[in-house]
C-alpha cells in the first residue's frame, strides 16, 4: 500500500520554489486574492480577501510564503493565518490585523521550498466556499 502523505512530500520536495510573479499568475482567477505582499508592504487598511505574504523584506530575495484571510461575513472582521510550519503571525500581520485572530498550528511542512505551493491548495479550498478550518481540515486529509 502506498503511503499517501510521503507520495505527497516526494512530490512536492523537488517543485522550484515560487516567485511572487508566479503566485500573481496562479491567483489572477481567484475570487477571494486581493494580493501579494512582503512583510514590510502590507497595505495600510484592512482588506477583505486573502493576502499571500512573504517573510522577508522587499529588499530581499523571499524566505518563505504565509497565507492571511479576513473574512468579512456579519459584519465583524474576521483574520485567520496559515503558516505551513504551524507558526503564529508576524509582529508586522499581527498590527496589520489590529485584534485577534485565528492560526493553523498543524505543521504541513518541516523543509523544502514549496511553501508557497501549500498557500495556494488553501486559496484553493477558500475559493470554493469553504471556511478557514474546513479548507485546513480538508487539507489535513490529503497531507
Not at 511572487?20 to 481567484?30: E, R
Not at 508586522?92 to 495556494?120: A, D, P, R, T, W
Request: with cysteine; hydrophobic share 35%; aromatic share 18%.
Amino acid at each position: 500500500m502506498i503511503d499517501l502523505r510521503l507520495e505527497i512530500y516526494n512530490k512536492l520536495k523537488n517543485v522550484d520554489p515560487l516567485s511572487n510573479h508566479d503566485i500573481l499568475n496562479k491567483c489572477k482567477y481567484s475570487k477571494l486574492f486581493n494580493g501579494i505582499y512582503f512583510r514590510d508592504t502590507l497595505p495600510k487598511e484592512r482588506m477583505n480577501g486573502v493576502g499571500i505574504m512573504n517573510l522577508d523584506s522587499v529588499k530581499n530575495d523571499g524566505t518563505h510564503w504565509v497565507l492571511f484571510y479576513i473574512d468579512n461575513n456579519d459584519n465583524d472582521d474576521n483574520c485567520y493565518y496559515f503558516d505551513s510550519y504551524g507558526l503564529s503571525a508576524s509582529i508586522e500581520l499581527e498590527k496589520y490585523f489590529g485584534k485577534e485572530y485565528i492560526y493553523s498550528s498543524f505543521v504541513f511542512q518541516k523543509n523544502g521550498n514549496y511553501c508557497g505551493h501549500l498557500c495556494l491548495k488553501v486559496l484553493f479550498y477558500l475559493d470554493r466556499y469553504y471556511n478557514f478550518f474546513d479548507a485546513i481540515l480538508e487539507f489535513l486529509k490529503e497531507s
